[in-house]
């Protein structure tokens, strides 16, 4: 049978029910997928120490290579001292800039109009709620 030659009540009560069915592959496969990566964090975090031990940066297995790599990290301490340091200095490569919708979305009310740079789009969708 088409979605077409269903009635409403039908096409919501399987909307709903693809939902749940979606929604619980997630959560098993997430539960699943965060076991695995806690006993991977736990198997690097001893290699890293045999490795710290035994002073080596690598070592090559049948299995494959596990190698120390030295990874960043960075995030924002002061929005307001890095927004006064990137403007003094010009520094503009150290900051990436991304809409804020519900900003743009004001200004729009407000003003009646998208800021300027800004792309703004709006569209109909049909949302499900539970009964």
Known sequence: MKAVDLTNDELVK???????????????????????????????????????????E?????????????????????KEAVRSFVTESGLWDLVTIGPNKAGIKQYIDEHGDVPRGFNWREEVEIRVRRA
Do not use: H, P
């Open 58 to 78: 690598s070592a090559r297995t049948q299995f494959g290579t596990a190698f120390k790599e030295k990874v960043s990290f960075s995030s924002i301490a002061d």
């Open 14 to 56: 399987m909307y709903v029910q693809l939902r749940d069915r979606r929604s619980a592959r997630k959560k098993e496969f997430e539960a699943a997928d965060s076991d695995d990566k806690s006993k991977q964090d736990k198997i690097g975090a001893v290699l890293l120490q045999r490795y710290n031990a035994q002073g080596i």
